[in-house]
Structures are given as C-alpha cells and as structure tokens.
C-alpha cells in the first residue's frame, strides 16, 4: 500500500467527482483539513471514512486502497525516457532520495543517465554504495509505484475515472 498513489487517487476521485474539498467534507461529516491532509499524504482516511467514501464512489475499500491504474501512458519504467523532463521530475519529486536510487538500480544506463541529470544534486554512486545490495522485488515495486503515478497524473489531466 503506498501513502502517495492512494493521496493521489483521492485526490483524482474528488475532482472527477466535481467536489471541491469542502463539499466533500460536508458529505463525509468532516472537515476540510481532513481532506487536505488525505490528498497531501499527510495521513489517511480511518475505516469509518473509507467506507463513507466506497459508498460515496460506488467503488470497494480495496479499490481505494488499492487502486486499479489503467496503462494509459507508459507500462514500464524503461519508458520514464517518453515523458517531458519537467513533467517527469515534477512527479519523481513526490519520491524521496532513497527510492529514487533504488528504483535506478534495476534501470538500463540511458535511465540512469537521465535521472542523474533531472537530479544533479543527488549522488548516485555514493547512495548506492551506501544502500548496498537490494532484493529485485523491492526495485520492481518502487518503479511499479512511479510508473503509477505517471498513469495518474494523465488519468488526472484527463479526468478519467477509473476503477
């Protein structure tokens, strides 16, 4: 379960639902604080609320949780090379340090060579010789994740809803 893509699909599922934060905190019986928080990746919605909002979009706790992220601009990390540089950093910007290397680890040198450019002031060796060794498992989900999120920010652009 990651806190990001979750923050980020709740955002995505208000605004294609036409609420504004408030509104949906009227729905809920919360405040607008709460919701900020949920869409920042501050914190999460408790039980109670998530099953308020399953019911609310007409979509499962796990759907929520776990959201279904259609392919709908790149299917694989290798493919990060296809989005504009500023659009790509500004959404590699919601990672921090730590995955950004790990996800490198697993990545062909042309990847590699673009995501030290994005972040020239990260250095890639010295982290790397630092985090050491890594399960693929873990390289796989960090790039699924990013992956994810670039699905997400066009199905946002787009106001697709998925689920």
């Known amino acids: 379960m990651n806190t ?3 923050s980020r699909y709740l955002q995505l599922l208000r605004k294609n639902h036409n609420y504004t934060q408030e509104e949906l905190a009227k729905k809920l019986d919360i405040s607008r604080q709460a919701i900020s928080k949920w869409e920042t990746g501050t914190t999460l ?7 308020k909002i399953s019911k609310l979009y007409g979509l499962t ?4 949780l776990e959201p279904a992220i259609e392919t709908k601009r790149i299917s694989d990390f290798e ?3 296809l989005i504009p540089e500023n659009e790509l950093r500004e959404i590699l910007e919601q990672f ?9 680890m697993g990545a062909s040198p042309e990847i590699n060579e673009l995501l030290e450019s994005l972040f020239q002031d990260i ?3 010295t982290l790397r010789n630092h985090i050491g060794l890594v399960k693929i498992e873990e390289v796989e989900t960090i790039q699924k994740e990013i992956v994810a999120m670039i699905n997400l920010q066009v199905m946002d652009d ?3 809803i998925c689920k």
Not at 45 to 51: A, G, R, V
Not at 61 to 64: R, S, V
Not at 96 to 104: K, Y
């Open 4 to 6: 990001q893509i979750i």
């Open 45 to 51: 919605p408790d039980l109670e609320i998530l099953l």
């Open 61 to 64: 706790i796990n759907e929520i």
């Open 79 to 81: 493919q990060i090379s």
């Open 96 to 104: 921090d340090t730590h995955s950004l290397v790990i996800a490198s």
């Open 123 to 125: 250095d890639y060796n």
């Open 158 to 160: 787009k106001k697709i």
